[in-house]
């Protein structure tokens, strides 16, 4: 049983940052791929980014170029540091956990997933 708790969300003016992070549960944190997703209101959720085992990173294409993930296998976490946020980026962020490894976009493919976190980008 793996166990992740995000923190971090906030309210953030458009432009701004916030950084959010996910620790998890479990000895063989770095065997994990991680990801983050998110959930706007009324609709569905998608993926942000994904940090394989290995360090590799992808991420969806509203959030190239703004949105950084990152991993300290020391201390079982994961970052998201989010930059230039847009009022379209507010969303109730979950990291959720791959146990094989490989970076994967699609919500099935993940094992284990976090409360959320709300992060509001006013205008």
């Known amino acids: 049983q793996v166990q992740l708790v995000e923190s971090g969300g906030g309210l953030v003016q458009a432009g701004g940052s916030l950084r959010l992070s996910c620790a998890a549960s479990?000895?063989?944190?770095?065997?994990?791929?991680m990801g983050w997703f998110r959930q706007a209101p009324g609709k569905e959720r998608h993926f942000v980014a994904v940090?394989?085992?290995?360090?590799?990173?992808y991420y969806a294409d509203s959030v190239k170029g703004r949105f950084t993930i990152s991993r300290d296998n020391a201390k079982n976490t994961v970052y998201l540091q989010m930059n230039s946020l847009k009022p379209e980026d507010t969303a109730v962020y979950y990291c959720?956990?791959?146990?094989?490894?490989?970076?994967?976009?699609?919500?099935?493919?993940?094992?284990?997933w976090g409360q959320g976190t709300q992060v509001t980008v006013s205008s």
């Open positions: 940090i394989s085992w290995s360090g590799r990173q």
């Open positions: 959720a956990a791959r146990l094989a490894g490989t970076p994967m976009y699609a919500e099935y493919e993940y094992d284990y």
């Open positions: 479990g000895r063989t944190f770095s065997s994990y791929a």
